[in-house]
DNA sequence: TAGTGGTCTAGACCACTGG
DNA sequence: CAGTGGTCTAGACCACTAG
């Protein structure tokens, strides 16, 4: 049951459709009634559908008249957990600058690889992100050699390394935590980036939780904020 | 029914607890049907009340284990939708700058302000934050003068814009919106926050929707992030 | 194995929005 | 008013964790 549960179903055909626009900013999704009917299981569970969508900022609730679809702005999104690619959509592309092997000791995430980890080597790539053709983001990744068996950086699946890992190797991105800081861009990242090293950049350190326990992503962000900022949402207590 | 659903009796609780220290980091929370008994209510209930708690990085379900303490870092993790001083809690402070009444046309919070609140004057009003006695933090805020009367940003709630609003108004924050850029700080920021010009800045532009329908709060936030990051966690598919 | 959290059913009553 | 989302009950079966 794990892998494949209902509200998963409903969640990503509702996503899919407010990605794809067939439901547009504004738009009320159907009744969570309607749901129920169309998918032949109850409130709770289309309910539960709706409350991850919520969060991640697609739509909002409004007592009494539906779910509405949000305005998620043109703005690279980052902070409710998906890729590059998922989140930016068509206009966005990326390319490979390097991959190599080595020692976790040498690398620097802001956070401390498990024990696990440390028994593999580290896989260690930078990737540098286009919207419409211009450089938003330099992204340097990394991940246990391990878990990932003939790893390769060039041939992702879709251009995203999330959907490389579900479909390849079966691991999912569970969760995130972030750290996020604005600082100058050191001259690789400057030149990567095309802005002088005088132009302020947002620097995010996040980990991402996978399906393997006591195996994470690493990433460092560095994004050129000045013309796609990040954004996020979150709702309180219901 | 509204104010006061159950799930939020068990919420409270148990965040303070956390807060006060009575469980500590790592500690396991009462399972959910404990907490079943204890509060006399139904799982569907209790795991309300635990969703918001991990939402809000508060904790960490472990399937077959229990829901855990997290480590909330040491930051001032403002992405979750609180304020400053509940966040960063001992050793912060904070002192008001001006505060000053004038139009909504000659703001710019990077959000529209709403046709309701339009109606109303606009109060604007800026407040330095420290963490250990330094500047970590400007915050510019402004609210409807309308559902605030008699609004005094100098006589605050245990210094905390929230709570007044909440013990005063009756106005609840219901969640929010952020965008979120890296800038360098203009002049009179880089002196509130002891910095140099060629500092670099984050730089917060939020929303908080509040629980009067058309009615926000604006606020825009400068942090020097080289001492205090900020940071986020989030959880995806359950 | 007993206990935990993850998912789900099939109801119910309520408060809110709209015509 | 009928329809919507918000909350809640009282169950159930499952997968995971630990002793």
């Known amino acids: 049951m794990n892998a494949n549960p209902k509200y998963r179903r409903i969640y990503d055909a509702l996503k899919k459709d407010i990605l794809s626009g067939n439901y547009a900013v504004g738009d009320i999704l159907p009744s969570e009634n309607t749901l129920c009917a169309e998918y032949s299981v109850t409130r ?8 991850e969508l919520e969060g991640e900022g ?6 009494g008249k539906g779910s509405i679809v949000k305005d998620r702005r043109k703005s690279l999104g980052l902070l409710s957990v998906k890729g590059f690619s998922e989140t930016v959509g068509s206009g966005a592309s990326s390319r490979l600058v390097y ?5 976790w000791e040498m690398t620097s995430f802001g956070f401390e690889p498990t024990e696990k980890e440390l028994h593999s080597k580290c896989i260690l790539f930078c990737r540098q992100r286009f ?13 246990a050699k391990e878990i990932v068996p003939g790893f390769d950086a060039g041939k992702f699946t879709d251009g995203s390394f999330f959907k490389t ?5 079966l691991l999912e991105i569970t969760g995130s935590e972030q750290i996020i800081r604005a600082s100058m861009p050191e001259g690789s990242i400057a030149s990567l980036l095309e ?3 005088d132009t302020p950049i947002l620097h995010v350190r996040v980990r991402y939780s996978t399906s393997k326990p006591g195996y994470y992503v690493y990433s460092t962000l560095y994004c050129n904020t000045s013309v796609y900022p990040l954004s996020s949402s979150h709702k309180v207590r219901s």
């Open 195 to 197: 802005v002088g090293e």
């Open 44 to 51: 709770t569970t289309v309910r539960k559908a709706l409350d």
């Open 99 to 103: 991959q190599q092997e080595l020692t």
């Open 165 to 169: 890992l579900s479909s390849n190797y």
């Open 58 to 63: 697609y739509v909002y609730r409004h007592h």
């Open 131 to 143: 919207v419409e053709g211009a450089p938003v983001m330099v992204e340097v990744s990394a991940i």
